[in-house]
């Protein structure tokens, strides 16, 4: 059985017409059983209908098609898949009709076809929506049959092989980043690790070519200087198994280009520093001998601790089953070793495609499990709970595209989550009713913020109750797509009312500033023009930043010239002066015109070092946030309202300002004092305290200190960590 990894196209020839018949001959060839009059009049078929288009590489475009099925002929997987390649883009992009696909194919091969192809034109304002609605259209399609999405990774996979046909490197580049985003991950999420990394590879050499030619060329070095150590590890554990009777298939796999590039960013390390570059494979005949290997090779070679992972007790969720542990091996080096039977291995390899494929004569596929992938669901909800397509994208690609972690629940049940998860992630992974209700978790048997980050192994308990709601504070430490769009949903029915009012206020001023007077009647009649259903939704939209209300009062009344504000002297200094608080001494601002209402974001609490940016108000003038602030997102549509500024310099800076700090501490005697006394050590001044959570173990607090800048607001966090009573200190970032 070929992997994707093997699978090589054919080389072209003197015409079409020989090239069509070695493609042919190739399907023939990985499926025996096929029906090949079928194949042979879908070949027809979109010959037929794509006549006159050619491809960037200059060949006619039904080879494309017919490079497709071969990719899945070669995973062997079903007649009504491969025709369905072979048909996938008719009735995208010429004039064939659903019905003429039905008639002479079926049913099943027309609804393959419809699911695999974008049904309308997508009107959308950005390249990123487009996007967004093109994998919801996918994603939709896929839940109802998974050999769409085979079809459609086969697919990427051909026209990511032929990448260079185009000739424009930006859109070579758009192509291979939505590929390494999208498809990729979900190439992993099925299982297909073979078709996963070639797909890495190729984006890698598009969007990082150097980097990849620098790692190539250090493996084509390791090959040469360690080939005989290779050699040598495979016949020692060759001798080890044989020694024990066990009848083995031994090899060493070299890690690809751009995993090991993703791992020298994520642990910050050079080349050199990785060790575990190659990984050993030993497949044998059956279950058993799998945990008999293991014990051979534990009992032989010291291990190395925390790296040992039984995936056939417990299987990921996408059905990859294998034994994994790293050893001080032969040769006395540090090497991973997999063991798994020859199932496990193909499964690996093809992961959900090894149900679609023949065996024997006959399908293995049994429909109704290769629906049952709990991260499809999942994604289907997160795509009813989004507004906009791209915000579904961006909680799809937290969703896909992150290391995983593997829980228990108090049942046993295997719950996989994103590297960084919580229990607040957990609650939402069992039910979205069970994450709207969450109010405290237990992660082996003790009670624990809800914050936690969560630890491969741990078992959550979580406890819920009927009047809790979610809270949107929850959204600065979940991790999945599914928990943040639940949150932000809650988020947005909460905050309408209060978007609303604020809207209509911001509006009235306008008018009355203006000389008009402010009816419902003027409002209502844009709403078609602003493609909202009411009133409310412009009001909503103004309180929330989405809709400018200057912009909506010129549309209500276009023909209305609005008096220019005076410009200020030339002489005049571009600072003006603002207050920490009340009772504090004025800071001077750069950037600003002096005399302009400032004031500092409560949700951020900005530090002189900090970098700031300032956001208009209407009927405020201008509030002054840190950089990073997640508020500055609500501004995000508004760039007319942003203002470049940074701390000014002068004798009038105060000695002290205020930060604000998110403390969890141990529920015992002595803690609180613990606190106070570290602060008062490190130079800083309590100036407010509110308890915002108390449970039995932990209490959660909003700490207000008195700091000369960040650094000391810094030092003042390290100082506190350092304490065993406090379980965590972060710079609080909201009220």
């Known amino acids: ?40 009049k879908a070949v027809k078929f979109a010959k037929k209908y794509h006549d006159g288009q050619m491809r960037g590489s200059g060949e006619p475009y039904y080879l494309h098609p017919m490079e497709v099925a071969l990719i899945l002929a070669q995973m062997r997987l079903d007649e009504t898949s491969i025709i369905t390649a072979i048909l996938h883009d008719t009735l995208e992009d010429t004039s064939a009709k659903y019905e003429d696909l039905e008639r002479q194919f079926g049913k099943d091969v027309a609804d393959l076809v419809n699911g695999v192809s974008k049904l309308t034109k997508i009107e959308s304002q950005t390249a990123k929506g487009k996007q967004a609605e093109n994998f919801r259209k996918l994603l939709l399609a896929m839940s109802e049959d998974i050999r769409v999405l085979l079809v459609k990774l086969a697919d990427r996979l051909h026209n990511m092989r032929t990448l260079e046909g185009i000739s424009k490197v930006e859109k070579r580049q758009r192509i291979a980043r939505e590929t390494l985003e999208i498809y990729a991950p979900l190439a992993e999420r099925i299982g297909m690790h073979s078709l996963k990394e070639e797909l890495e590879d190729l984006c890698f050499t598009t969007l990082n070519p150097e980097a990849r030619q620098g790692i190539q060329n250090r493996l084509t070095f390791l090959r040469k200087e360690g080939g005989s150590l290779v050699k ?39 080349f050199e520093q990785l060790s575990d570059i190659m990984a050993f494979r030993i497949v044998v005949e059956n279950v058993g001998e799998c945990y008999h290997a293991l014990g051979i090779i534990h009992s032989t070679y010291p291990t190395v601790p925390g790296r040992f992972k039984d995936f056939i007790s417990t299987p990921k969720p996408n059905g990859y089953r294998s034994i994994h542990t790293t050893v001080i091996g032969p040769e006395n080096q540090r090497i991973e070793i997999q063991i798994r039977t020859q199932e496990m291995h193909f499964e690996a390899d093809m992961g959900v495609a090894a149900h679609w494929s023949y065996k024997d004569g006959e399908i293995r596929a049994n429909q109704d499990d290769v629906r049952k992938y709990r991260w499809l669901r999942e994604l289907l909800e997160i795509l009813d709970q989004e507004q906009k397509p791209e915000d579904f994208l961006d909680n799809t690609k937290l969703e896909l595209f992150q290391e995983q972690v593997y829980v228990f629940s108090p049942k046993g049940d295997l719950i996989e989550l994103p590297n960084g998860a919580t229990p607040v992630d957990f609650a939402y992974g069992i039910h979205s009713d069970v994450g709207d209700r969450c109010v405290g978790a237990k992660i082996n048997g003790r009670i624990a913020p809800l914050n936690t980050r969560l630890q491969n192994g741990d078992q959550v308990e979580v406890i819920t109750a009927k009047t809790q709601n979610p809270s949107p504070t929850w959204e600065r430490f979940v991790v999945t797509g599914k928990a943040k769009s639940h949150i932000r949903r809650f988020v947005r029915q909460q905050q309408r009312g209060e978007y609303i ?25 844009i709403v078609k023009q602003m493609r909202v259903n009411e009133a409310d939704d412009i009001y909503a939209n103004i309180g929330s930043g989405h809709f400018n209300a200057r912009d909506i009062f010129k549309t209500i009344f276009p023909a209305h010239k609005t008096e220019p504000a005076k410009k200020p002297s030339k002489g005049t200094e571009d600072i003006a002066m603002a207050r920490l608080s009340e009772s504090s001494a004025p800071v001077p601002i750069k950037g600003l015109i002096p005399g302009m209402a400032v004031h500092f974001a409560r949700c951020c609490h900005p530090l002189p070092g900090d970098r700031i940016v300032g956001i208009v108000s209407t009927g405020k003038g201008v509030t002054i946030h840190t950089i990073d602030c997640e508020t500055l997102e609500t501004f995000a549509d508004t760039p007319e309202r942003w203002l470049d500024v940074s701390w000014g310099e002068g004798p009038d800076s105060p000695e002290a300002h205020v930060g604000r700090l998110n403390i969890t501490m141990e529920n015992k005697p002595g803690a609180l004092a613990t606190i106070s006394t570290v602060i008062a050590k490190s130079g800083g001044d309590i100036t407010n305290l509110k308890i915002t959570n108390r449970s039995m173990d932990f209490w959660d607090m909003l700490i207000d200190i008195y700091v000369n800048d960040t650094r000391h607001l810094s030092n003042v966090i390290a100082a506190l960590r350092a304490s065993p009573e406090i379980t965590s200190v972060e710079r609080a970032r909201g009220r």
């Open 1 to 40: 059985m070929n992997s994707p990894r093997d699978m090589t196209e054919a080389q072209p020839t003197n015409t079409p017409e020989e090239r069509e018949r070695i493609l042919l001959d190739q399907i023939l060839k990985s499926d025996p059983d096929i029906n090949l009059e079928q194949v042979e």
């Open 232 to 270: 040598k590890i495979i016949s020692a554990l060759s001798s080890l198994m044989e020694k024990e009777k066990i009848k083995a298939d031994i090899t060493g796999r070299e890690k690809t280009g751009y995993s090991i590039w993703k791992k020298m960013q994520r642990k910050n390390v050079a």
């Open 501 to 525: 009012a604020l809207g209509q206020a911001m509006l009235k001023k306008i008018f009355q500033a203006e000389g008009y007077d402010f009816t419902e009647k003027a409002v209502s009649g």
